[in-house]
T-cell receptor, first 110, second 113 residues
Framework: QKEVEQNSGPLSVPEGAIASLNCTYS??????FFWYRQYSGKSPELIMS????GDKEDGRFTAQLNKASQYVSLLIRDSQPSDSATYLC??????????FGTGTRLQVFP | DAGVTQSPTHLIKTRGQHVTLRCSPI?????VSWYQQVLGQGPQFIFQ???????GRGNFPDRFSARQFPNYSSELNVNALLLGDSALYLC????????????FGPGTRLTVL
């Protein structure tokens, strides 16, 4: 089992819709979780961090964490074409390593 | 405020050569981490340094080494380059340890011929 798993996509959604991105992780003791956005040819950009079970909202973005089920998700409301990018889920392992998933490519079409 | 800076932006080397990549963290950040990203994959963790000490190491061979200087900038060194070392090398800085939010620099694109 991979440490952090994401569906590679592409996930295609129409403009204005909700995009739902999911991630599962294998380390039960992980406490810190992050979502990054990466445009083609650019470096990852931090969108959200989440540390506690439940939802965390920031503008159009909502991160959801369920430690019992070992999954974390990112919802993007009112998706825009400019949201088209690869979304990377990252989890802290052993308190000293940030492990990334392979990323989910999101396409928002007008 | 300036973000994380990396140099050079692009680099072309041949097999067997050595390379040094440089990174300057965001002002006030004391931790630097290095990642390797190949096309189609997420970044892979190489090293983390905090207060000039190595705090974490990923599954990379001993050809990879790094250090952090008193001003918190960092160097990543790769010896005996292989074709498979061609990748985007990313540096990220955070206030303290890797458990804090990390902010990435623009990366160094290394091509090994």
């Amino acid at each position: 089992q991979k440490e952090v798993e994401q569906n590679s996509g592409p996930l295609s959604v129409p403009e204005g819709a909700i995009a739902s991105l999911n991630c599962t992780y294998s380390d039960r003791v992980s406490q810190s979780f992050f979502w990054y956005r990466q445009y083609s040819g650019k470096s990852p950009e931090l969108i959200m961090s989440i540390y506690s079970n439940g939802d965390k909202e920031d503008g159009r973005f909502t991160a959801q964490l369920n430690k019992a089920s070992q999954y974390v998700s990112l919802l993007i409301r009112d998706s825009q074409p400019s949201d088209s990018a690869t979304y990377l889920c990252a989890v802290i392992y052993n308190t000293d390593k940030l492990i990334f998933g392979t990323g989910t490519r999101l396409q928002v079409f007008p | 405020d300036a973000g994380v800076t990396q140099s050079p932006t692009h680099l072309i080397k041949t097999r067997g050569q050595h390379v040094t990549l440089r990174c300057s963290p965001i002002s006030g950040h004391k931790s630097v981490s290095w990642y390797q990203q190949v096309l189609g994959q997420g970044p892979q963790f190489i090293f983390q340094y905090y207060e000039k000490e190595e705090r974490g190491r990923g599954n990379f061979p001993d050809r990879f080494s790094a250090r952090q200087f008193p001003n918190y900038s960092s160097e990543l060194n790769v010896n005996a380059l292989l074709l498979g070392d061609s990748a985007l090398y990313l540096c990220a800085s955070s206030l303290a340890g890797v458990e804090n939010e990390q902010f990435f620099g623009p990366g160094t694109r290394l091509t090994v011929l």
